[in-house]
């Protein structure tokens, strides 16, 4: 079956650590998009990317940073510049066509700094 | 500007009753697609439903109905008989199709609904 996987589901990170967040996709969509949720708190978009080897900053993009070299894959990483990273990550993909238009989301993971 | 208002920040109901979760939507556009998901505690977003703009009918499935009214800019969910299973934080969205490739889509903040046995 198609959809968005997400790995890891859990993630731990020491201060002063680059991690990075992996997204896949294998429903041929060009748009993905990685979104950030805080606890009782809506989604709020860090990056995106409409094409392969493009991609824009979203409303949240300071102390992240992204890649698309392959149209499949979207990874995320949360550099040591982010002074909060603590936080659920969601990755998604977009559909444009009309009869599916909207996103399909990965299930998500959770880093925590400890 | 585009924004999405879910007024109700959390929702507690008993077993079987009928809950209805308000979306009170602002667009300057015409066209546009609105959404209801589901993030259960396991926290994926479920995708429930798509409505747009030029598609004022209501929708009915199973237990969920869904009721657009473009004159209140509203987008109103109620579950019917609701069961423990339903107990998420449900969010509606709204999407703008743009001229632009980015479909920019705003979520509300969420309604934590609570169904108690």
């Known amino acids: 079956d198609g959809g968005i996987t997400q790995s890891p589901k859990y993630l731990f990170r020491k201060e002063g650590q680059n991690v990075t967040l992996s997204c896949e996709q294998n429903?041929?969509?060009?748009?993905m998009y990685w979104y950030r949720q805080d606890p009782g708190q809506g989604l709020r978009l860090i990056y995106y990317?409409?094409?392969?080897?493009?991609?824009q900053k979203g409303d949240i993009a300071e102390g992240y940073s992204v890649s698309r070299e392959k149209k499949e894959s979207f990874p995320l990483t949360v550099t040591s510049a982010q002074k909060n990273p603590t936080a659920f990550y969601l990755c998604?993909?977009?559909?444009?066509?009309?009869?599916?238009?909207?996103?399909?989301f990965g299930s998500g993971t959770r880093l925590t700094v400890v | 500007a585009q924004k999405v208002t879910q007024a109700q920040t959390e929702i507690s109901v008993v077993e079987k009753e009928d809950v209805t979760l308000d979306c009170v939507y602002e667009t300057r556009d015409t066209t546009y697609y609105l959404f209801w998901y589901k993030q259960p505690p396991s926290g994926e977003l479920v995708f429930l439903i798509r409505?747009?703009?030029?598609?004022?009918q209501n929708e009915i499935s199973g237990r969920y109905s869904w009721n657009f009214q473009k004159s209140t800019s509203s987008f109103n969910f109620t579950i019917t008989a609701s069961q423990v299973v339903d107990s998420a934080v449900y969010f509606c969205?709204?999407?703008?199709?743009?001229?632009?490739?980015?479909?920019?889509?705003?979520f509300g903040p969420g309604t934590s609904l609570s169904v108690i046995p």
């Open positions: 990317s409409q094409i392969v080897n493009d991609f």
């Open positions: 429903l041929n969509h060009d748009a």
């Open positions: 409505r747009n703009s030029f598609d004022e």
């Open positions: 969205a709204l999407s703008e199709t743009t001229k632009t490739s980015y479909d920019k889509v705003i």
């Open positions: 998604a993909s977009f559909h444009r066509d009309s009869a599916n238009y909207g996103y399909t």
